[in-house]
């Protein structure tokens, strides 16, 4: 099998196997930051990817991108601040467990659960992503632009907490990138008439200004408001030490949540954070002591890591297959396969495939790289975070960014474009709009344009070709229904707020 195949090039590679172990502890002790996030420390350390070969260059960024994950948990166990935002269903009862004196034991729940999400997530991708890749080879223009409009509404609807704050954010990111030349005529769009703009932005320094400075402007406008931080006690074997009757009764619910979390890291846009929060409810409404999730249940903590960390690999499925990224990690590694000239879509797997699996293969003996860390050594992390002292971590975060926008291209106006997408991340956080629904969007407009205007090039009735063909119908209106439930939803959630108040 490929995935054999894989693994015995990894396990041959001491360089590769070194790159994955790197990864593995840098996501860790990046995703345990509070308030930088793995989407923050993949879009810093892309240009450096540049001078190395594609597989190493995209291993090391994809389990970056899953110890991330994982890492959020620690976070929110010690600092009662979330890593990630998928880790805020586990701060409710992770950070209650550390006010007991559990912390270890609470890290020890949150790296098995996680450690057997994305061991299911990922063994799901390998075994299906080949499939759906056949299928999209039998889709036509028509097809891949309906299938691109259905994941803007979903991305702009759903990610979020207002429906139309997401939509406008997923508007601004197609207009982001449609500034340059049009791709037929070569008409100049949106370039104000200057010269550097009609290259388009660059994927690179416009990530780093989101995701990092963005970051670090919401961080220096919150200074002074750090939680109390939990100690951890590793020799204290009664309160730390974790046995199998404890774990016993997660199981059911890290199995369940693995499932949970990896359909929903198949539909794009959806992403961890949702994935975590309907995995706690359902294990929450499923639970034989209801009443205690929220004051420091373990199988609190286990169910929304599993479904946190079970996102990653099937997230990947509509990245190799249609080029649609499942998340804002997804929507980074489109910028790696460009930049080391892979082509990714459905004809990866005749031309890739090798790569492709070999990548699954880092994907796993990542997770077990990162099992291993996490449950020897999350509180050992977690000290040694806590020694960095902010006005130290945030200045050297900020001058590094500055360094990776320029080297991306060498280009003076990258780190332009950086600071202000820097000041439109903060923007955007301060006005609740969405910095991940903007990114992705910018990514996707590009192929969702070449899609439509080739499906209009078919055509003899014009927009109609969208309606006359069935798959492309269906998936124009399972977008429009994903926001037409979103949007009830809202209204639902809004109505009780209101009842409660009143």
Known sequence: ????????????????????????????????????????????????????????????????????????????????????????????????????????????????????????????????????????????????????????????????????RGLASAALGILAAMIGLDPISSTERFTFGSFDLTNGISLVPLMIGIFVLGEVFKQIEERGTRAEIMPTDDTDAARNGLTWIEYKPCLPHVVRSSFIGSFIGMLPGLGSAIAAFVAYGEGKRRAKNPHDWGKGALEGIAAPEAANNAVSGPSMAPLLTLGIPGSTIGAILIGVFLIHGIQIGPTMFLTSRELVFALFACGLIGIVMYGVIGYYGAAYVGRFITRIPTQVLYPIIFLTSFVAAYTSRGNLFDVYVMVAAGFAGWAMHKLQFNPAAFVISFVLAGGAEEAFRQALLLSDTGLMIFVTRPIALAFILIGIAAMVARVRSVNKQARAVALRDA
């Open 1 to 164: 099998m490929d995935i054999f195949a894989g693994l015995a090039t990894v396990l041959g590679d001491p360089i590769l196997l070194a790159w994955v172990f790197l990864a593995a502890l840098v996501g860790m002790i990046v995703g345990a930051i509070p308030g930088l996030t793995a989407s923050a420390a993949i879009a810093m350390l892309l240009p450096l990817t540049f001078y190395m070969e594609p597989l190493p260059a995209l291993a090391f960024l994809y389990v970056i991108g899953k110890s991330g994950r994982y890492g959020g948990s620690i976070a929110a166990i010690l600092f009662n601040t979330p890593g990630t935002a998928a880790s805020a269903a586990t701060q409710l009862d992770g950070y209650p467990l550390a006010r007991q004196g559990k912390a270890s034991k609470a890290m020890k729940v949150a790296t098995i659960s996680s450690v057997i999400g994305d061991v299911t997530g990922e063994l799901l991708l390998i075994m299906g992503v080949a499939w759906i890749a056949a299928i999209a080879l039998r889709l036509g223009p028509p097809e891949l632009f309906a299938i691109y409009f259905a994941a803007f509404i979903v991305i702009g609807s759903v990610i979020g907490k207002s429906v139309t």
